[in-house]
């Protein structure tokens, strides 16, 4: 096994103060939860309530006692039931950013709402791409009715991709029928709970609180066996302190809640300690998602989900740039790719996002699905042993003269130790490069995407699948009255 | 002596020191200097100072935010002083807040900023703002806007109830609407009647003076 380069950014000290200061903060002062049944379910465990105000303060003995029945390890399981994500130790894995509102046009760039026909699109290109390792409900399609969208966004992606899926609710009638949706590939509850295909985000809205329909999907995913991934997201000088640490403590106090209320709902329920940390552009007052804090930020809470040995996500690889392909949305998406690997995030979403996690991008994915390769194969790090040291052929080479080109060895180990990232990086000769066309990174990425489009098959899902499946996405729809939807069930 | 004291309230105010404004201004009580000179000669000027800075890029949101603040303290302090504030520069009031049910505050404050700075007398009343108070704030205050956020797609639909609260009181005339937020969109402000819609908070500023009729030329 080679050496795994981890990032750290806290002494073990540092850790255990944020530690400390973050139960102190839940205990002292606590977290509003709009939820009846939440809050019943601490104050079984002990937990002083306020019913009234719906208000609950976490005793450290009790954040303490729930930390450890969590799970440490969430497999994740393709449609298929083949194993996919293995969110473990510092296994890292990666999906696109989810619920863009925004789209950039794969023909002409220009900034649009998504439909379904781009849900569709982009679910098969997600599929194709070999880095990125699960979907996420990427965008949000606004020729159905909004408040279908949340389901009506999975059921496409489960008709056009065989990955597993990360996703969330925009409306509190939405998990039940996304489990009902999720179970129909399965056949079961019981085989959904045995074979997870989905993840649930539930974001606590900074500072210290969970909204009802943030608490409504954890416990009823907790209770189902359905990994939930919390995302506290602080956003530095605005819903969070300024100062990194401050809004460490923050981030740190909201996920512990989280945590503590999937245990209570089902003692041992998967949940993956997770956040999407901004910091607040003191120009223009937008949410920096590209910015070096936001990413030591995500970097430093992996520090302490190492340290509750709990499965991790972290929202990096998005940039602020208005477009998919320039050298801001490389930039930033590279930084926070390679650190968030390296701090060992089991589960990084934000790939193709751009816009403070507003647009998605066919261009950039298929960019960053460079980036995760190249990522995956750094956190590799070197192999040192008697035949990657090529002794031997050290010493013929350098006995006899020639080249290594030829050697068996090379052949042995290059597809090994070296990353192919294919044809989006350009590494032909100049005058090739001129002969060709002289394309640009941008036009590189489209003609990948409009060649994937083209080619990438997926495979169809069984009858009876499919069957189960469109029954319950009619019985949705007819319970909204939504009569025709585009690509609607049979 | 008096109009070195408007001036040091106006660097103190630039400075962001907001206990020393606050001092100066009830030193400026004492000494019977005329309230409307504090606002506009010392407030206001220092707050514009700061405006002008944060378009070059030299001041950043934190120091506009404390300053806006420091603003109300003041404001509030003079209050008694004052039979009116008779400030000409002034551009009117608005009555802004987050629509009932979302309580999503920071992008909404960082607009009533904003407005502060560029010189309305914002009356920002938080979050989860029922159709009912909005209006009710507006009839107290006889404002000439008001500016509802909203951060959620269920939410932005509240919109709605106030415009059509407004127009069962018969004030859509007197009284304007602009609306912003992350779901929100131009064609959304059309569809429920609102005067203006901003994407961020430079536009707010821009379609707040424009509905109270100071529209730059050079925009």
């Given at each position: 096994?080679?050496?795994?380069?981890?990032?750290t950014?806290?002494?073990?000290?540092?850790?255990?103060q944020?530690?400390?200061?973050?139960?102190?903060?839940?205990?002292?002062?606590?977290?509003?939860?709009?939820?009846?049944?939440?809050?019943?379910?601490?104050?079984?465990?002990?937990?002083?309530?306020?019913?009234?105000?719906?208000?609950?303060?976490?005793?450290?003995?009790?954040?303490?006692?729930?930390?450890?029945?969590?799970?440490?390890?969430?497999?994740?399981?393709?449609?298929?039931?083949?194993?996919?994500?293995?969110l473990?130790?510092?296994?890292?894995?990666?999906?696109?950013?989810?619920?863009?509102?925004?789209?950039?046009?794969?023909?002409?760039?220009?900034?649009?709402?998504?439909?379904?026909?781009?849900?569709?699109?982009?679910?098969?290109?997600?599929?194709?791409?070999?880095?990125?390792?699960?979907?996420?409900?990427?965008?949000?399609?606004?020729?159905?009715?909004?408040?279908?969208?949340?389901?009506?966004r999975?059921?496409?992606?489960?008709?056009?991709?065989?990955?597993?899926?990360?996703?969330?609710?925009?409306?509190?009638?939405?998990?039940?029928?996304?489990?009902?949706?999720?179970?129909?590939?399965?056949?079961?509850?019981?085989?959904?709970?045995?074979?997870?295909?989905?993840?649930?985000?539930?974001?606590?809205?900074?500072?210290?609180?969970?909204?009802?329909?943030?608490?409504?999907?954890?416990?009823?995913?907790?209770?189902?066996?359905?990994?939930?991934?919390?995302?506290?997201?602080?956003?530095?000088?605005a819903?969070?302190?300024?100062?990194?640490?401050?809004?460490?403590?923050?981030?740190?106090?909201?996920?512990?809640?989280?945590?503590?209320?999937?245990?209570?709902?089902?003692?041992?329920?998967?949940?993956?300690?997770?956040?999407?940390?901004?910091?607040?552009?003191?120009?223009?007052?937008?949410?920096?998602?590209?910015?070096?804090?936001?990413?030591?930020?995500?970097?430093?809470?992996?520090?302490?989900?190492?340290?509750?040995?709990?499965?991790?996500?972290?929202?990096?690889?998005?940039?602020?740039?208005?477009?998919?392909?320039?050298a801001?949305?490389?930039?930033?998406?590279?930084?926070?790719?390679?650190?968030?690997?390296?701090?060992?995030?089991?589960?990084?979403?934000?790939?193709?996002?751009?816009?403070?996690?507003?647009?998605?991008?066919?261009?950039?994915?298929?960019?960053?699905?460079?980036?995760?390769?190249?990522?995956?194969?750094?956190?590799?790090?070197?192999?040192?042993?008697?035949?990657?040291?090529?002794?031997?052929?050290?010493?013929?080479?350098?006995?006899?003269?020639?080249?290594?080109?030829?050697?068996?060895?090379?052949l042995?180990?290059?597809?090994k130790?070296?990353?192919?990232?294919?044809?989006l990086?350009?590494?032909?000769?100049?005058?090739?490069?001129?002969?060709?066309?002289?394309?640009?990174?941008?036009?590189?990425?489209?003609?990948?995407?409009?060649?994937?489009?083209?080619?990438?098959?997926?495979?169809?899902?069984?009858?009876?699948?499919?069957?189960?499946?469109?029954?319950?996405?009619?019985?949705?729809?007819?319970?909204?009255?939504?009569?025709?939807?585009?690509?609607?069930?049979? | 002596?008096?109009q070195?004291?408007?001036?040091?309230?106006?660097?103190?105010?630039?400075?962001?020191?907001?206990?020393?404004?606050?001092?100066?201004?009830?030193?400026?009580?004492?000494?019977?200097?005329?309230?409307?000179?504090?606002?506009?000669?010392?407030?206001?000027?220092?707050?514009?100072v700061?405006?002008?800075?944060?378009?070059?890029?030299?001041?950043?949101?934190?120091?506009?935010?404390v300053?806006?603040?420091?603003?109300?303290?003041?404001?509030?302090?003079?209050?008694?002083?004052?039979?009116?504030?008779?400030d000409?520069?002034?551009?009117?009031?608005?009555?802004i807040?987050?629509?009932q049910?979302?309580?999503?505050?920071?992008?909404?404050?960082?607009?009533?900023?904003?407005?502060?700075?560029?010189?309305?007398?914002?009356?920002?009343?938080?979050?989860?703002?029922?159709?009912?108070?909005?209006?009710?704030?507006?009839?107290?205050?006889?404002?000439?806007?008001?500016?509802?956020?909203?951060?959620?797609?269920?939410?932005?639909?509240?919109?709605?109830?106030?415009?059509?609260?407004?127009?069962k009181?018969?004030?859509?005339?007197?009284?304007?609407?602009?609306?912003?937020?992350?779901?929100?969109?131009?064609?959304?402000?059309?569809?429920?009647?609102?005067?203006?819609?901003?994407?961020?908070?430079?536009?707010?500023?821009?379609?707040?003076?424009?509905?109270?009729?100071?529209?730059?030329?050079?925009?």
């Amino acid at each position: 096994m080679a050496h795994r380069p981890l990032l750290t950014l806290l002494s073990e000290q540092e850790v255990h103060q944020i530690h400390t200061e973050s139960l102190a903060l839940l205990e002292e002062i606590g977290m509003k939860i709009e939820s009846e049944k939440a809050l019943q379910l601490l104050e079984q465990a002990g937990a002083p309530v306020d019913f009234e105000t719906q208000h609950a303060h976490f005793p450290s003995s009790l954040v303490e006692e729930q930390l450890k029945h969590a799970p440490s390890a969430i497999i994740l399981f393709t449609r298929e039931g083949e194993p996919a994500l293995k969110l473990e130790q510092n296994n890292v894995h990666f999906n696109p950013g989810s619920a863009a509102t925004h789209l950039l046009d794969r023909q002409t760039g220009e900034r649009r709402h998504p439909r379904v026909k781009d849900v569709i699109e982009f679910a098969r290109v997600v599929d194709a791409l070999p880095y990125i390792d699960a979907q996420s409900t990427a965008v949000i399609p606004t020729d159905v009715p909004i408040n279908l969208a949340d389901r009506y966004r999975l059921y496409q992606i489960l008709l056009n991709s065989t990955k597993p899926i990360v996703t969330g609710t925009f409306v509190l009638d939405a998990f039940e029928d996304m489990q009902r949706m999720l179970e129909a590939i399965r056949g079961g509850e019981k085989q959904l709970r045995e074979k997870p295909l989905a993840i649930f985000d539930t974001c606590p809205s900074a500072p210290l609180q969970w909204s009802e329909l943030t608490v409504h999907d954890l416990l009823l995913g907790a209770q189902a066996g359905i990994p939930i991934e919390l995302i506290s997201m602080p956003q530095l000088g605005a819903t969070g302190p300024i100062t990194l640490a401050g809004s460490l403590v923050l981030h740190n106090a909201e996920s512990l809640s989280g945590v503590v209320l999937t245990q209570l709902a089902a003692k041992g329920a998967p949940v993956i300690y997770g956040g999407s940390p901004t910091a607040v552009d003191m120009q223009y007052g937008t949410a920096r998602l590209g910015a070096i804090e936001s990413i030591m930020l995500t970097c430093a809470y992996a520090q302490l989900a190492n340290h509750y040995n709990l499965p991790s996500h972290g929202y990096l690889g998005l940039s602020d740039a208005k477009i998919g392909a320039d050298a801001q949305s490389g930039y930033e998406a590279a930084t926070g790719i390679l650190l968030g690997a390296m701090a060992g995030l089991n589960n990084i979403a934000g790939a193709g996002m751009l816009i403070f996690e507003s647009t998605q991008s066919f261009e950039k994915i298929v960019i960053d699905d460079v980036l995760a390769g190249m990522v995956k194969r750094f956190i590799k790090g070197i192999t040192v042993n008697k035949d990657t040291l090529a002794l031997s052929e050290l010493r013929d080479v350098g006995t006899k003269g020639g080249d290594f080109l030829r050697l068996r060895h090379t052949l042995t180990w290059f597809r090994k130790e070296h990353f192919m990232p294919g044809k989006l990086v350009d590494r032909q000769p100049y005058e090739s490069w001129l002969d060709q066309g002289a394309l640009t990174s941008q036009e590189r990425a489209r003609e990948q995407v409009n060649e994937i489009l083209s080619s990438h098959e997926v495979s169809p899902l069984t009858k009876s699948q499919r069957q189960d499946l469109d029954a319950v996405v009619k019985t949705f729809m007819k319970r909204h009255k939504a009569s025709s939807l585009p690509e609607g069930p049979r | 002596m008096s109009q070195k004291l408007v001036t040091n309230i106006r660097e103190e105010m630039i400075n962001c020191q907001t206990n020393r404004v606050l001092e100066l201004v009830q030193q400026s009580i004492k000494e019977g200097i005329d309230a409307t000179a504090v606002v506009s000669q010392g407030l206001t000027a220092g707050i514009r100072v700061l405006g002008d800075r944060f378009e070059k890029g030299e001041a950043f949101l934190p120091e506009l935010a404390v300053a806006a603040e420091t603003m109300k303290q003041a404001l509030e302090i003079l209050e008694p002083h004052l039979a009116k504030i008779v400030d000409e520069e002034a551009l009117g009031s608005i009555v802004i807040g987050t629509v009932q049910g979302d309580i999503h505050d920071i992008g909404k404050s960082i607009v009533a900023t904003m407005l502060t700075v560029a010189g309305f007398t914002v009356y920002d009343l938080g979050i989860d703002v029922s159709p009912a108070d909005f209006i009710a704030k507006a009839k107290e205050v006889d404002a000439e806007i008001i500016a509802m956020s909203a951060l959620l797609t269920t939410t932005m639909e509240r919109m709605q109830e106030t415009i059509d609260l407004l127009n069962k009181e018969r004030l859509d005339k007197r009284v304007k609407v602009m609306v912003g937020g992350a779901p929100v969109s131009q064609q959304f402000a059309e569809s429920i009647g609102a005067d203006g819609y901003g994407v961020d908070f430079n536009q707010a500023v821009k379609i707040a003076k424009r509905l109270t009729g100071h529209a730059e030329n050079t925009s």
